[in-house]
């Protein structure tokens, strides 16, 4: 199976622009989860989307929003970019077995506010 | 507000030494715990997943515990190779993941 798709891997912004970020989860996961990682603050979560809707959300401001398609592929927006929301932002889909829950990472989008 | 925290936050060994990294959490209502590795720039990899009611998982050389009563994790590496340099990272899982700061590991051939 391909693993969890991230688009696109590298991004440069200015301040006060918008951001769209999508992810694709390994086929048949249902459940996509967004995580932002910097040097500081280290990975935080985002939200999570399960059946394209919002399941749990991070304490985050509302300019970070995402979405969830029927296809389970999954976007994340950031408006108004600010200089500390240059990190990398990973997003994760995962599938519930006897197992439990296994997290399944994509590379991840770094993005860069100028 | 759970909290989960790492130590030591760096370790250097040389190869084939055993090791173990630590992870503690504050508070023991979890569903599970999770070990991930993370090369630079890259991803994170699930290694092992420990279930709240498990007290041990293992894969390989690894080996991870799980003490939910006292809040705390190990991971276990065997032999360790220059190929295990990375960061390792615990998360617990409740309501969300939880991460904690990580562990940079680097193993000197």
């Known amino acids: 199976k391909a693993g969890v798709t991230q688009t696109p891997r590298y991004l440069i912004k200015t301040r006060g622009q918008q951001v769209t970020l999508s992810c694709s989860p390994i086929s048949g996961h249902r459940s996509v989860s967004w995580y932002q990682q910097t040097p500081g603050q280290g990975l935080q979560f985002l939200f999570e989307?399960?059946?394209?809707?919002?399941?749990n959300k991070g304490n985050f401001p509302g300019r970070f929003s995402g979405r969830q398609f029927s296809n389970s592929r999954s976007e994340m927006n950031v408006s108004t970019l600010e200089l500390g929301d240059s990190a990398l932002y990973l997003c994760?889909?995962?599938?519930?077995?006897?197992?439990?829950?296994?997290?399944?990472f994509g590379p991840g989008t770094r993005l860069l506010v100028l | 507000k759970q909290e989960v925290t790492q130590i030591p936050a760096a370790l250097s060994v040389p190869e084939g030494e055993n090791l173990v990294l630590n992870c503690s959490f504050t508070?023991?209502?979890?569903?599970?715990l999770q070990w991930f590795r993370q090369d630079p720039g890259k991803g994170l990899t699930s290694l092992l997943l420990i279930q709240s009611s498990q007290r041990e998982q293992t894969s390989g050389r690894l080996n991870a515990s799980l003490d939910k009563s006292s809040g705390r994790s190990t991971l276990y590496i065997a032999a360790s190779q220059p190929g295990d340099s990375a960061t390792y990272l615990c998360a617990v899982a409740g309501n969300m993941l939880t991460f904690g700061g990580g562990t940079r590991l680097m193993v000197k051939p």
């Open positions: 989307y399960f059946s394209e809707t919002q399941r």
């Open positions: 994760a889909s995962s599938f519930l077995t006897d197992s439990g829950e296994t997290q399944y």
């Open positions: 508070d023991s209502a979890i569903y599970n």
